[in-house]
């Protein structure tokens, strides 16, 4: 089993910068791919970023540019660093992971359907 422990969420002015990370522990050796999500109340749970242990990232198009996903070298501490955040990224954060060894660069890496060990949740609320 893998525990998942988001912290950082928060409250920001539009433009505004925060940083999200994750805590994974317990068999933390069979991770092969990390993600960040997010929901707004009425709306399904919607990928934001994936990482693999080899580093490779994908990326929500509406986050290009503005938000950078990382891996640390334990590969057990998932961040997501957020800049230029907007109203509409307002929203419960959520760390996810997966065993399965997929490819990182397809659209599947950000299906939530793709992980099986989910995090509580972190709100980010970005106010205009």
């Known amino acids: 089993q893998v525990q998942l422990v988001e912290s950082g969420g928060g409250s920001v002015q539009s433009g505004g910068s925060l940083r999200l990370s994750c805590a994974a522990s317990?068999?933390?050796?069979?991770?092969?791919?990390m993600a960040w999500f997010r929901q707004v109340p009425g709306k399904e749970r919607e990928g934001v970023a994936a990482?693999?242990?080899?580093?490779?990232?994908n990326y929500l198009d509406s986050v290009k540019g503005r938000f950078t996903i990382s891996l640390d070298n334990a590969k057990t501490t998932l961040n997501l660093q957020m800049n230029s955040l907007k109203p509409e990224d307002t929203a419960m954060y959520y760390c996810?992971?997966?065993?399965?060894?997929?490819?990182?660069?397809?659209?599947?890496?950000?299906?939530?359907?793709?992980?099986?060990?989910w995090g509580q949740g972190t709100q980010v609320t970005v106010s205009s």
């Open positions: 996810a992971a997966s065993a399965t060894r997929g490819a990182t660069w397809l659209p599947s890496a950000l299906w939530s359907t793709s992980y099986n060990y």
């Open positions: 317990g068999y933390t050796g069979s991770i092969y791919t």
């Open positions: 990482i693999d242990t080899e580093d490779t990232a």
